[in-house]
């Protein structure tokens, strides 16, 4: 039987080690300290339980890992990716924001687009929505998803990856940005100088996919607003919780990379050139 491995045990990591053991599939949930998380949904009475076993002290190859750690923290588990790893372990990065990929050299691995929304309160998951997974048509991920079919985790092949990765950059750009900056939750969308934010920033990020030649149609700003819509009210995202809890946030790999591109490009983009300098300076200490 095929060895699983998810790296970080919050809420992305958990709900995809949980879907994937309750699909009877051989899993290691490996975090900072051993202990347990528990996953909760609103609505339904049922929780689910798990082993968080230390990732220091874990030494079984594993065939498949899941990094789901923030990308802030990325450079430090990589050294442990590698001691777990044999030469065909396949490896998916689960995190916000693009170009994580440069930082590694190691074959076989792959970043994925993750629509899974939930928080990590202590050591307690609420899992809000999705547990989706949008990964590059290609022998690695054709048989990863063969090995996950009927599970939970719907993962997905596409043809079309990049569009699937820009479209989610987007989708992070104006609801992250808006959050963390505001320190409030999904909540803030329903205000109309917001949402005119929000709009703003997703069409200067369409100018910038555009000019690395991922085109999108201008339906795609109501597409990515219906989206924002759909979440619950008081819904934080993951840079919002970050700027609660004063820890480093992923601006890096969405706006800093869509910032950079701007620069390359030399594009006029004043909302996300505001945007990414505000944050920059949120974290000033």
Known sequence: MKKFGV????????????????HGLQVHLLGR???????????????????????SRFETTLDYIFITVKGTQLSAVLPFVEKLSHENTVTIICQNGYGQLEQITMPHTYQ????????KKDQTITHFRDRKLILPENEDTIALH?????????????????HDIWFKLLVNLG????????????????????RNLCESLIKEGMTIAHAEGIHFEKSTVQAIMDIYDGYPPHMGTSMY???????????DYIQGFLYRKSQKHHLDTPHVDTVYSLLVASEIR
Not at 33 to 55: C, D, F, M, P, W
């Open 33 to 55: 300290n051993a202990g347990e998380v528990r996953i909760e949904r609103k609505g339904q009475l049922a929780e689910s339980t798990l082993l968080v076993e230390e990732l």
């Open 241 to 251: 919780y970050d700027q609660l809890n004063r820890n480093p946030m992923e601006i």
């Open 7 to 22: 790296i970080g045990p919050g809420a992305v990591g958990s709900v995809i080690a949980e879907s994937l053991l309750q």
């Open 146 to 162: 063969q090995l996950v079919e009927g599970s939970d985790l719907d993962i997905q092949i596409s043809p079309h990856y990049l």
């Open 112 to 119: 994925a687009v993750v629509y899974i929304s939930g928080q």
């Open 175 to 194: 609801i992250n940005s808006v959050t963390a900056l505001s320190r409030n939750t999904a909540i803030v969308v329903t205000n109309e100088k917001v």
